[in-house]
């Protein structure tokens, strides 16, 4: 992973990158985050695309970069919790809860200040439209200064726009936040996509699966589509009746990347779900 720690501290110089990493080796090696561009994080229900979202961020964070990350579910505390317990190492399902073991409490009394200095913004963006979201990213971008910085728009499916079909809504939310990202060279915005349920019915996932992926496609820079082989395996096994539940610590993730220019290429990673970690 030497050249993920190079790109980092190459952030922390304050040199040009030509794309932030995700924080995830096998992954940073096929694909990036480009400054200037859209890129689309695409995955069934609960494939854990939240969390590699947040896993990407916190990587940027720590080497000073600023993040905007524009939940679209009702609340935002869901996200913020997974932010606390990927920034501590702690248990994501302690977090907030009263009954928290006291070394946990300890954790988070003496290292929890480090996360409220750091330039994360999270505003409620429930029911918004794509020209409202490109509103509250400039009014964002602009009030604070910023030359380079992140946004995380989570996720595509629930902006409120109105068209004909699902797929020409979507194309045309790609689009402006495509074009936001372009205007502002040095802003990348990832937004988290929902594959549709054919994904789950075919066994695999890909960019097909995407509704609108053909305009979407155009739109952003590349489609990164997160398949969780541990969330098929606990799937598999519920409808076999079997009791037995794979391990969560060290779960196998699938990667298939497609870029604008058509190129393509696929890798594999794990995943510490309860910590919201990968490698």
């Known amino acids: 992973f030497r050249a993920e720690a190079e790109r980092y501290a190459a952030i922390q110089r304050g040199d040009r990158v030509a794309s932030w990493p995700w924080g995830i080796g096998p992954l940073d090696e096929v694909a990036g985050v480009e400054p200037g561009t859209l890129t689309i994080l695409a995955g069934l229900s609960k494939h854990g695309k939240t969390r590699i979202a947040v896993h990407l961020s916190v990587g940027l964070l720590r080497a000073g970069i600023p993040v905007l990350h524009l939940p679209l579910e009702a609340g935002w505390q869901g996200t913020w919790r997974l932010y606390v317990s990927r920034w501590l190492g702690v248990d994501s399902r302690l977090v907030g809860r009263p009954d928290m073991a006291l070394s946990?409490?300890?954790i988070l009394r003496g290292d929890a200040h480090g996360l409220y200095g750091v330039p994360l913004a999270m505003e409620d963006a429930a029911g918004l439209t794509s020209k409202e979201l490109v509103a509250r990213i400039r009014e964002w971008w602009i009030r604070r200064g910023l030359e380079y910085g992140v946004v995380v728009v989570d996720f595509l499916q629930l902006?409120?726009?109105r068209g004909d079909s699902r797929?020409?809504?979507l194309?045309?939310?790609?689009?402006?936040l495509a074009e936001v990202a372009v205007r502002e060279s040095g802003l990348a915005v990832l937004a988290v996509?929902?594959?549709?349920?054919?994904?789950?019915?075919d066994g695999f996932s890909a960019a097909e699966h995407?509704?609108?992926s053909g305009g979407i496609q155009q739109a952003a820079q590349s489609i990164v589509v997160i398949d969780s082989l541990y969330m098929r395996a606990i799937r598999k096994r519920v409808?076999?009746?079997s009791s037995e539940v794979p391990s969560a610590r060290c779960a196998p993730f699938k990667a298939h990347v497609l870029n604008r220019g058509g190129d393509s290429a696929t890798c594999t990673f794990t995943g510490?779900?309860?910590?919201g970690r990968f490698q």
Do not use: H, K
């Open 159 to 161: 902006c409120t726009d």
């Open 210 to 212: 995407l509704e609108g």
């Open 167 to 169: 797929a020409e809504v």
């Open 272 to 275: 510490d779900l309860a910590l």
């Open 104 to 106: 946990t409490i300890e």
């Open 239 to 241: 409808a076999d009746g």
């Open 193 to 201: 996509a929902q594959l549709n349920r054919q994904a789950e019915r």
């Open 171 to 176: 194309t045309r939310v790609a689009y402006s």
